[in-house]
Structures are given as C-alpha cells and as structure tokens.
T-cell receptor
Framework: IAGITQAPTSQILAAGRRMTLRCTQD?????MYWYRQDLGLGLRLIHY???????GKGEVPDGYSVSRANTDDFPLTLASAVPSQTSVYFC?????????????FGEGSRLTVL | GQNIDQPTEMTATEGAIVQINCTYQ??????LFWYQQHAGEAPTFLSY??LDGLEEKGRFSSFLSRSKGYSYLLLKELQMKDSASYLC??????????WGAGTKLIIKP
C-alpha cells in the first residue's frame, strides 16, 4: 500500500536517551516534513527537506536533527531526550516543496519521555 | 505574527449542518487548507482554497474570504463518522503551513 510508514508507533524512553523515529515513503515525493502535535496547539514543524540531500529548520528545531540521504527516508533523531519532547510526531510528504497540493501524513509516533 | 484561530470544540446533531470557522493572519498567503483528523489517526486532506468563494465537494464545502482573512468548512447531512477534529492551516509566502489547534466536532444522535 503506497504511503508513509512511521516507526515505532509508540515508545517510552528515559530522559537523556537517544531516539530515532523512522519515516519512509514510497510515493517518490520530493518534500518531507516532521511535525509534532501537542494538545491545544497546532501542528508545529520541526524540520523539513525539500529534496534528497537537503534539510531545513522549522518552527521548533532545537533538540532534534534529521537527515535525507535518499528520496524515501527521513529519520528524526532526538540526541538526548527531555520530558518536553513528549508528543505525537507526524512525518508527512508532498510532491514538491512550495507545493499547494496536499500533505500526506504517516500514522504518527507517540513518544513519552520520562 | 502569524496566527490561526478556530473554535476548540463544537457539538452538532446527526443529519444536521455545521459550520466551522477559521480566521488567519499570515505573512503572505498561498492558500487555506482544511484537514480532518480522527482521534489517534493521521490528518487527511479535505480541501484547498486560494480564491474567494465556495468550493463544494460532496457533503463538505469550504469558503474563503481573503479580504477578511476568514474561511469556513461546512459539513452537511452529518454522520456519526464525521466526529473528528478539523484542522485549518494557512500557507504563508514561504509556502510553509501555519496550523490552527483544531476544532473537535462531536456528533450526537
């Protein structure tokens, strides 16, 4: 089934641990994004990539890093997790950056940092 | 600053009509999106407006007034499966989406 796959679906980890959230898409979309969603707040952009080999910072990038070695994969890494990073994380893609077309979202990764 | 406002929660009756409003202030404007998000699931695209007026798509319609910085999503013939959060997002001059916090719509029988 075409779309975006995220892993893990859910994770609990201790503060200070390193964690990588995986995201893979098979739609050959150029642009990919990582958002976090917190209760009472809109989706907030963490990092984005307009095309393979390039990345950019979004609204809330601190404490997170990304890489885009190829078109399909866009992992998000928390180098040293803190409780404020407890959230639901969504990976998304669109055909191109600067595109007024729709975003396609993964099912989300629920992360709890204790 | 950039800001999107929409009601936190609305309640409506099955079979009725409901209108969810959204006001936006963004640096530049490249369109207004509506997404639907069922609890525990990913957001899914509903509509995109960039010109003033009403866009109809089945039971769902979306309206935009650029001069007023205002949009609404109209849902007709409500069904129980329409219970979800509805997210409004404005695309700014850099083609970045600014998201509202979402409106949780509760449908009662």
């Amino acid at each position: 089934i075409a779309g975006i796959t995220q892993a893990p679906t859910s994770q609990i980890l201790a503060a200070g641990r390193r964690m990588t959230l995986r995201c893979t898409q098979d739609m050959r979309h150029n642009a990919m994004y990582w958002y976090r969603q917190d209760l009472g707040l809109g989706l907030r952009l963490i990092h984005y990539s307009n095309t393979a080999g390039t990345t950019g910072k979004g609204e809330v990038p601190d404490g997170y890093s990304v890489s885009r070695a190829n078109t399909d994969d866009f992992p998000l890494t928390l180098a040293s997790a803190v409780p404020s990073q407890t959230s639901v994380y969504f990976c998304a893609s669109s055909a191109t950056s600067g595109d007024t077309g729709e975003l396609f979202f993964g099912e989300g990764s629920r992360l709890t940092v204790l | 600053g950039q800001n999107i406002d929409q009601p936190t929660e609305m309640t409506a009756t099955e079979g009725a009509i409901v209108q969810i409003n959204c006001t936006y202030q963004t640096s530049g404007f490249n369109g207004l999106f509506w997404y639907q998000q069922h609890a525990g699931e990913a957001p899914t695209f509903l509509s995109y407006n960039v010109l003033d007026g009403l866009e109809e798509k089945g039971r769902f319609s979306s309206f935009l007034s650029r001069s007023k910085g205002y949009s609404y999503l109209l849902l007709k013939e409500l069904q129980m499966k329409d219970s979800a959060s509805y997210l409004c997002a404005s695309m700014d001059s850099n083609y970045q989406l600014i998201w509202g916090a979402g409106t949780k719509l509760i449908i009662k029988p």
